[in-house]
C-alpha cells in the first residue's frame, strides 16, 4: 500500500502511511510524550485507558522523566498528541527480561496507517534528536534533503507544548538520515 494524501479538521494536507509488514499486537498503553515550555524537561505521561484515548485531557496516572530511546507515532485522529514507547532495541534503559518489553510502532498505530512515526532521544530530560526511523512503516522514505525536513516539519506541526503553544519536536533537533 501507498501513503495517501488527506485533509484533517484544520484544513492541513497531511500524508497518511500505512503499515508494511506484520502487526506486533500488544494492548494499547496510553504514554504521551509531554513538555510545559521550551524552558522544560520532558516527560513521559501514562494515562488512564479511556476508548477515547485521543482527549487531550486524559487523567494522568504517572510521570516520569523522558530519558534514553524512545519510538513515537502521531496519529491522524490525535494529531496533537505523541503517543510514545521505550524502544524495543534501547536494552539499556530497559529494567526487564530482553523478551518483555514494550512493541513496535505498529502496536502503538494498532495497525492503522498514521501520519507520523519515528525515535525521539532524550538525555536528563531534554531531547537531543528525533528521527523518521521506524521499519513498518516507510515515512517519507522517497524524500531527500531540505524535503525530508519539510515533511517532517508539516506532519508534526500539531504537537506542542501545554503552555507556551511552541513546537514539542523542535526541528533544530530533526534528523532526516533514513537509518534501516
Known amino acids: ?45 501514562t494515562c488512564k485507558m479511556d476508548p477515547a484515548y485521543w482527549l487531550d485531557d486524559a487523567e494522568v496516572l504517572k510521570e516520569v522523566p523522558a530519558e534514553g530511546i524512545y519510538i513515537v507515532v502521531v496519529l491522524p485522529q490525535a494529531p496533537q498528541i505523541a503517543f510514545v514507547r521505550r524502544d524495543p532495541e534501547n536494552r539499556a534503559y530497559l529494567r526487564k527480561e530482553a523478551t518483555n518489553y514494550e512493541r513496535g510502532h505498529s502496536s502503538i498505530a494498532e495497525g492503522r496507517s498514521l501520519i507520523f512515526a519515528g525515535e525521539l532521544y532524550f538525555k536528563q530530560g531534554e531531547l537531543t534528536d528525533w528521527t523518521r526511523k521506524t521499519g513498518h512503516y516507510h515515512v517519507a522514505k522517497e524524500l531527500i534533503g531540505a524535503a525530508v525536513v519539510n515533511h517532517a516539519k508539516e506532519q508534526t506541526q500539531f504537537l506542542k507544548n501545554t503552555d507556551d503553544g511552541g513546537r514539542l519536536l523542535p526541528m533544530e533537533t530533526f534528523r532526516p538520515t533514513w537509518l534501516d
Open 1 to 45: 500500500m501507498k501513503p495517501t494524501q488527506v485533509r484533517n479538521i484544520d484544513g492541513a494536507m497531511l500524508t497518511l502511511y500505512p503499515m508494511q509488514g506484520n502487526l506486533q499486537t500488544e494492548l494499547f498503553k496510553d504514554k504521551r510524550l509531554h513538555r510545559v515550555n521550551a524552558g522544560s524537561p520532558y516527560t513521559i505521561r
